[in-house]
């Protein structure tokens, strides 16, 4: 396989995949519902990925300002 997950992300339908290893961290996910794909890279393991991905989903959904 891939290592593709597929799963409800924050509300959503979802195919992706994340990981990370020394130093380094990723997130690749497809919200085909949305017709929406967020690649996000980073160069830390302190979890900087999981929150973008709040922040995407709560712009998405208008509730930021």
């Not at 990981?19 to 997130?27: A, C, D, K, T, V």
């Not at 949305?34 to 509730?63: A, E």
Request: charged letters at 15%.
């Amino acid at each position: 396989g891939l290592g593709l997950e597929i799963a409800v992300a924050y509300g959503h339908k979802g195919i992706g995949h994340d990981g990370g290893i020394n130093g380094y961290n990723s997130m690749v996910e497809h919200l085909p519902d949305d017709g929406l794909d967020v690649i996000l890279l980073s160069h830390t393991n302190n979890g900087v990925v999981d929150l973008w991905m709040k922040l995407i989903d709560t712009i998405g959904h208008g509730r930021l300002g």
